[in-house]
């Protein structure tokens, strides 16, 4: 298991707004990237934020399929909506805190230097 990471109060309290961008549409994630790319802060939500527009990604194939599909598919789109929120939440609010379920995959993004 990896340490968890850890950012200094001006870290959080000068990219907190950019962080949360991250999660509000795909556009707020390119942004974020490309303007936060040298920011630990900014780079952990945008790994983050992967993992969920993956999930979204996800929903829109597992919709193709009929009946079962559809509503896993739904799910799906709603748990993305969720996970969009929280993970917004948590930027604005100063927080590093990996999304539930589904977080511990953007880690793996290795984004955060």
């Known amino acids: 298991m990896t340490q968890p990471l850890s950012f200094t109060p001006d870290e ?12 509000i549409t795909v556009i707020g994630l390119i942004i974020a990237a490309i303007v936060g790319k040298e920011r630990r802060f900014v780079m952990y939500h945008v790994q ?8 979204w990604l996800a929903s ?8 079962i599909g559809w509503l896993v598919g739904w799910l799906l789109g709603v748990a993305t909506l969720v996970f969009m929120i929280l993970g917004a939440v948590n930027a604005f609010s100063g927080k590093a805190v990996p999304l539930p379920l589904i977080g511990h995959l953007g880690l793996k993004f290795n984004l955060v230097r």
Do not use: E, F, M, R
């Open 48 to 55: 983050q934020s992967i993992v969920v527009g993956l999930v």
């Open 60 to 67: 829109l194939v597992v919709l193709t399929v009929p009946l």
């Open 12 to 23: 959080i309290q000068n990219d907190k707004a950019l962080g949360g961008v991250a999660y």
